[in-house]
């Protein structure tokens, strides 16, 4: 039995994912998509593709990142980018 870190659900088939060493457990898809997803920087939307990553940003696509790093926008480096 494991219960889930987003929901606290315990459920018999939770399952793990191990990310850059730390791992979590959930009991769902759209629990791991809420807690381990990074949302695109400039339309707001998780991003559960591939996505693209500029210098450390995530984007949801291509057209997404070009507008961001066109528009040149103020980066705050204090914002952190998982709870
Ligand atoms: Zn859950
Ligand atoms: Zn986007």
Do not use: L, W
Not at 10 to 16: H, L, P, R, S
């Amino acid at each position: 039995m494991a219960r889930c870190e987003v929901c606290g659900n315990d459920y018999d088939k939770a399952f793990e994912v191990t990310a850059a060493g730390v791992s979590h457990t959930f009991d769902s898809f759209e629990c791991a998509i809420q807690r381990m997803a990074p949302i695109c920087e400039h339309c707001g939307c998780k991003v559960i593709g591939h996505g693209t990553e500029v210098d450390g940003h995530f984007y949801c696509c291509a057209h997404c990142a070009n507008h961001a790093v066109s528009a040149e926008v103020a980066v705050d480096r204090a914002q952190t980018s998982a709870r």
